[in-house]
């Protein structure tokens, strides 16, 4: 016996996308929120019940399939480099959390930026640079430069893209300034299928032979962006397959968290509007949460799988929204009159923004555009005594780009950058 702390608190863990499934493939150095690892590993018992001639003749119990759970939180860390016209998209060794991100939503769409050509910039569109046009599909999530000096880098989603003219929501005070920079987002998406998993490789700093390897994982996340907190995201996964605990030869060296610092919520700003209302206005709420439905589940087999599984598959309330989004508000009766009552459409775009040491503005983004509010607006007690709006905005498929793709039709989008 030992006595060594969790891994949770002391350890390292490491993660890939599997290069099919339940095979581990390389596998990324990555930084959890310390004390949210959580893992079980499982195998079922199967009971043997033969008739005996005297009670309780209990018989031993045959094992049959392995299974697990993996739950961690992640910061929503932007990647280390800014996606400027002539960046370089960093790796997944130095941005971990895009291989959690892309294997539970599906898509993952990232690319340099550019810059606006000559006498191209308007409010709601602009030409980029030569050839650099196919950065930026419809739907793509990216910061626009915004001519009035105190916005600086905004938020922005590409609607239309044809050859280096683009066209995006929402508009800007004014024609973007010629050679103005225009940074692109690491754009996570839900796909309408999804196949694939990832591994999920666990050690203990005090105990060599407390290591754990999960693969075969997928499942869900949680988005959290909270008044005072840093903004963030909750995995719960389910394995298929497991090893430990052992030494598998997993390092604990000391190391450091390649990707930037975490992005507090201190400077949030919501976009929460009329599809047609192009202007931006800070939309003030005392809250905002999402419940993302992803649908991600093992599929079973009795033969050719592993421990009885035989792939990942999104298969479950396909018929359903995709994100169901709770926001809470000083008292405003419009949600009632209008927004409830005429079924309005809405997009929402929460933004997390913080400006480095650097001078560079880093993002988290939460895109939804096009939602409808469902349920009777509530009006109830809150802080301080005040009555406070509640809303439910149910995501619906994104029909203000140019259809056709996935990323384009998007119910919801993550981004960071």
Same mark, same amino acid.
């Given at each position: ?96 959390? #895009?291989?959690? /991100? ?5 898509? !993952?769409?990232? @690319?340099? %930026?550019? +810059?606006?050509? $000559? ?81 999920? #490789?666990?050690? /203990? ?5 407390? !290591?754990?390897? @999960?693969? %075969?994982? +997928?499942?869900? $996340? ?98 359903? +929204? ?96």
């Amino acid at each position: 016996m030992v006595d060594a702390i969790h891994p949770s608190t002391l350890g390292s863990c490491f993660v890939s996308e599997e290069s099919s499934f339940c095979t581990t493939g390389t596998e990324r150095r990555c930084f959890p929120m310390s004390d949210t690892l959580d893992y079980e590993a499982t195998q079922a018992e199967l009971d043997v019940k033969n008739l005996r001639p005297r009670p309780f003749d209990a018989l031993d119990p045959v094992k049959g399939n392995k299974d697990g759970t993996v739950k961690l939180g992640y910061y929503l860390q932007p990647p280390p480099t800014v996606l400027t016209s002539g960046a370089t998209v960093d790796g997944d060794a130095a941005c971990p959390l #895009a291989v959690f /991100a892309r294997c539970i939503f599906g898509g !993952q769409s990232v @690319f340099a %930026g550019t +810059t606006v050509a $000559a006498g191209s910039g308007a409010v709601g569109g602009f030409t980029t640079a030569t050839g650099h046009g196919s950065r930026f599909p419809a739907g793509q999530l990216c910061l626009v430069t915004d001519p009035d000096s105190s916005a600086g880098l905004v938020p922005a989603r590409i609607l239309t893209r044809s050859g280096d003219d683009v066209t995006f929501y929402p508009h800007v005070s004014g024609a973007l300034a010629d050679a103005s920079p225009v940074v692109n987002l690491w754009t996570f998406y839900p796909t309408r299928t999804n196949g694939r998993s990832l591994s999920v #490789a666990i050690a /203990a700093a005090q105990a060599s032979a407390h !290591q754990w390897r @999960f693969n %075969g994982c +997928t499942g869900s $996340a949680e988005i959290k962006c909270e008044v005072g907190g840093l903004a963030q995201i909750m995995f719960d996964l389910k394995a298929a397959n497991w090893e430990g605990p052992s030494d598998l030869s997993l390092s604990t060296a000391d190391a450091s968290d390649p990707m930037a610092a975490p992005l507090a919520c201190r400077n949030a700003v919501l976009y929460l509007q009329a599809q047609g209302t192009t202007t931006r206005t800070n939309y003030k709420v005392d809250s905002f949460s999402a419940k993302l439905n992803f649908g991600n589940k093992h599929l079973t087999t009795l033969t050719g799988g592993t421990e009885g599984k035989r792939s990942v598959a999104r298969v479950e309330g396909l018929t359903d +929204t995709f994100a169901e989004i709770d926001v809470t508000f000083a008292l405003d009766t419009t949600p009632d009159a209008t927004w409830w009552a005429q079924r309005t459409k809405l997009a929402a775009m929460l933004w997390v923004l913080v400006d480095d040491a650097n001078g560079a503005r880093r993002t988290v983004l939460v895109d939804v555009a096009k939602g409808i509010v469902v349920g009777k607006p509530k009006h109830a007690k809150g802080a301080d005594g005040l009555i406070k709006t509640t809303i439910k905005i149910r995501a619906r498929l994104d029909d203000t780009t140019t259809p056709g793709t996935e990323l384009a039709e998007a119910p919801f989008r993550l981004a960071t950058g």
